[in-house]
């Protein structure tokens, strides 16, 4: 290992760290949804590297990817949803660390393909990490309580607090260093050992995932036969009309502001 | 409209609760859930209402207890608690009243803040989002958090002041906000965008195109098979969907499909 590769892994894990804080910890801007975290550490690893356009590009292709797969995924309550914000961080870092040491488009492909793959698996393990993160504040919380009621320490509720944060960041911080540092020359492996045929294979299948996010958004706001008729037909218009992104913005807008204008409060 | 007889908190000591309740979450725990970081956040306009003793002590027990609500209207609950103090601390009201109107506060906020930001706002600022991620514009990431963080960092700081100067009125003023008719019209511009996003962005191609089309032909028989094939796919992993498989199993499956076509030259 060398230390351009030791740099590459520290980044990855302070990377990693900050978005996972905003996942839920802290802040909640979503910078930890897949489609500003990836292409985020996209740029920092492109940059570190000197191929930032390269970088940025990989992380917004990725995050699209996942972004349209954990949609629907929300923190409610004592729902832990699969750790998305990791998953963007080292599906980008992986494919993109692993994939710069081959010469051809579709290898390159081919790495950062199994990379999303691998990732959405540690994005369940980041959950269980999660969880176990929680059961720790519970026992912080229990120290914490003692500690006031005994009427004797007020600063245990900012350190208690402030602990839990560090505990998020170091969680995230570990998680993606040690993926990162022991995962690429695998994956570099792996892809090596592919022929070309199954190359390609990887390729088709990067094109059609974005259909199950498009079904998942799809199933979470059509809630009637009527809406689906109508959704149905849009498809058809949209399959027929040149594509335009604003065409897509145009009637979007018209049929919300359509609501806004002639629905009342009780629907 | 209830207003505090004479406001014992400063702008300034808001702006210091609204942004405390940014790290509402940190030590998120099984036992409490929030809160914590509720008392974390109003912990300063706590000290300076009771001096040190058994009356500060009561206040830090009073908000150790269960909290759990949308993070962005957290700081709203926050606000009227803070009225609420202020009048127990001057003794128009006893604790009971803290707890219960904050309780109830809080499943409110919860139902209509999770309602508009998880269930309506983020799906459709997220499709907004893909719609240009797609085209490969860079600037993508830096729209959606603008764009998203509008309303969140809105209500987030209104929302303390609003609380602390409305007290339990602020859910007349949630009504003004119409939002079951913004989360309905934020629905139809999602499923607007999304009937663009699926003929346009599932790539799928088929090799017997080239060789059975005359080339004049070719871009309007690869748009249909594209619209089609997009269209049954998402179909089927929608019935999936609703059928309750998980959305990875989902992925998964289609996946293997994906192999099987490209390996029988289907789809290339």
């Known amino acids: ?267 | 409209m209830e207003a505090s007889a004479s406001p014992l908190f400063g702008r300034l000591m808001l702006f210091q609760i609204a942004f405390r309740s940014f790290f509402l979450q940190a030590s998120w725990n099984y036992r409490g859930m929030m809160n914590m970081g509720f008392l974390y956040a109003i912990q300063p306009a706590l000290d300076k209402l009771y001096p040190p003793g058994p009356a500060r002590q009561e206040a830090y027990s009073r908000h150790l207890e269960y909290f759990n609500t949308n993070p962005y209207f957290a700081s709203l609950v926050m606000g009227v608690v803070l009225s609420l103090e202020e009048k127990y601390c001057r003794g128009e009201i006893d604790a009971d009243i803290i707890h219960d109107t904050k309780e109830g506060l809080m499943t409110a906020c919860a139902a209509v803040g999770d309602g508009f930001f998880w269930d309506s706002w983020r799906p459709f600022v997220a499709a907004a989002a893909l719609t240009l991620a797609f085209g490969n514009f860079l600037l993508t990431p830096i729209l959606f958090l603008v764009v998203y963080n509008v309303p969140h960092l809105y209500f987030r700081f209104r929302g303390v002041f609003w609380g602390y100067q409305l007290g339990t009125d602020v859910i007349k003023l949630l009504k003004a906000f119409h939002i079951q008719r913004a989360r309905l019209a934020l629905r139809y511009a999602t499923i607007a965008l999304l009937c663009y996003l699926i003929p346009n962005h599932v790539n799928l191609h088929t090799p017997f195109l080239l060789s059975n089309l005359p080339l004049e032909y070719f871009y309007i028989g690869e748009k249909l098979v594209q619209g089609i094939g997009a269209a049954l796919l998402v179909g089927a992993a929608a019935a999936g969907y609703r059928a309750k498989i998980d959305v990875l199993m989902i992925s998964f499956l289609l996946m293997v499909m994906a192999l099987v076509l490209y390996h029988w030259g289907i789809l290339i």
């Not at chain 1, 940059?47 to 590009?57: D, M, P, R, S």
């Not at chain 1, 750790?83 to 492909?109: H, I, K, N, Q």
């Not at chain 1, 600063?155 to 993606?176: M, N, R, S, V, Y």
Request: glycine letters at 12%; a neutral charge.
């Open chain 1, 1 to 267: 290992m060398t230390e351009d590769h030791l740099t590459s892994s520290l980044l990855i894990g302070l990377i990693g760290g900050i978005v996972d804080l905003d996942s839920t910890a802290t802040w909640q801007f979503m910078i930890s949804q897949p489609i500003v975290a990836a292409p985020l550490t996209g740029l920092f690893l492109g940059a570190l590297a000197g191929q930032e356009a390269l970088g940025l590009k990989l992380g917004l292709m990725i995050g699209t990817i996942l972004q349209l797969l954990w949609i629907e995924q929300l923190p409610l309550g004592m729902n832990v949803p699969p750790d998305a914000a990791l998953a963007s961080v080292l599906s980008v870092a992986l494919g993109f660390l692993a994939g710069r040491d081959f010469d051809t488009y579709v290898e390159r492909e081919v790495c950062n393909t199994v990379a999303l793959l691998v990732a959405v698996a540690l994005g369940l393990f980041g959950r269980a990490l999660d969880r176990g993160i929680r059961r720790l504040n519970t026992r912080l919380e229990s120290w914490v309580t003692l500690r006031l009621q005994s009427g004797k320490a007020s600063w245990a509720l900012a350190a208690g607090h402030t602990l839990g944060g560090f505990l998020t960041f170091g969680k995230a911080f570990l998680f993606c260093f040690i993926v990162t540092w022991l995962g690429v020359e695998p994956l570099r492996a792996f892809t090596r050992s592919l022929s070309f045929g199954q190359n390609t294979g990887f390729i088709v299948i990067q094109g059609l995932l974005p259909a199950v996010g498009f079904a998942v958004l799809a199933g979470m706001c059509i809630k009637d036969q009527r809406e689906l008729r109508w959704f149905l037909s849009g498809v058809v218009l949209f399959t027929i009309l040149p594509t335009s992104a604003w065409i897509g913005w145009l009637i979007a807008g018209i049929a919300g502001a359509r609501i806004l204008w002639t629905q009342n409060d009780a629907v």
